[in-house]
């Protein structure tokens, strides 16, 4: 059987690293330890894998996946074997933890090391105007798996105030603490406006991630990553 199909760039990826890319919009990683992953990101694996329903891991950040509505729904996937992960033919980016932290939309999350600790973090400045705004924070050591919609663009915020759609943003280093800004007036917000009322604003030594496509809103009081909840002040940023 011949075809273009079967060019060596549509071949499976025999890579030694525990994560790697098997093509841009695709990542495969040798099991050789625990994995979590986004539910639904599986595409396939070869070997014997188990999939397992990832626990909240405490009264406190189930609570807050409860009242926030971060739709951050994990596996833990373990055994023997390869497992490949995609969502939304979306391009995948491997990030390395050494210790330090990141903070993710977790519509753009895809997987990572189980030994990273992953946490529900409360952007500063998001009331109930913008629905209230969640993101996922990883920390520790390992490596994590995220994807984009269209090739994405790193924006060093140390130079200048540095401003992104909510729903555009994939992603920033955790030691930003963005606000949330709204550059429409009243009188527009009231008309309908544009669509682009509310943004995250962030200054000082740091870099965003930034995708060039919107993610749809979640309905208010609803799920979606990123997106609404309650508004719940600082009963939910420790």
Not at 14 to 24: D, E, K, T, Y
Request: aromatic share 8%; hydrophobic share 40%.
């Amino acid at each position: 059987m011949q075809s273009p199909l079967f060019d060596q760039a549509n071949l499976e990826v025999q890579a030694q690293q525990r994560f790697a890319l098997q093509n841009p919009q695709m990542l495969r990683v040798h099991l050789g330890g625990d994995v979590l992953a986004v539910k639904g990101a599986m595409v396939s694996y070869q070997g014997q894998i188990r999939f397992d329903h990832e626990r909240a891991g405490s009264v406190g950040k189930l609570f807050k996946k409860v009242v926030t509505g971060e739709d951050i729904s994990l596996m833990r996937v373990s055994g023997e074997g390869d497992v490949f992960f995609a969502s939304e033919a979306g391009y995948v980016f491997l990030v390395e933890l050494t210790g330090d932290a990141l903070s993710v939309n977790a519509r753009n999350l895809l997987a990572f090391d189980s030994t990273i600790e992953w946490d529900i973090k409360r952007v500063q400045g998001a009331g109930m105007l913008s629905g209230g705004l969640f993101n996922t924070t990883l920390q520790g050591t390992g490596t994590a798996a995220i994807h984009t919609v269209g090739q994405p663009v790193i924006l060093d915020c140390s130079q200048q105030p540095t401003y992104v759609d909510v729903q555009a943003c994939v992603g920033w280093s955790a030691n930003l603490v963005p606000q949330v800004v709204s550059s429409m007036n009243v009188r527009s917000m009231l008309r309908g406006g544009s669509g682009e009322a509310f943004q995250y604003a962030f200054s000082g030594p740091g870099f965003v991630i930034v995708q060039p496509s919107e993610w749809t809103p979640p309905a208010a009081g609803g799920g979606g990553g990123g997106g609404g909840g309650f508004n719940l002040g600082g009963l939910l940023d420790g």
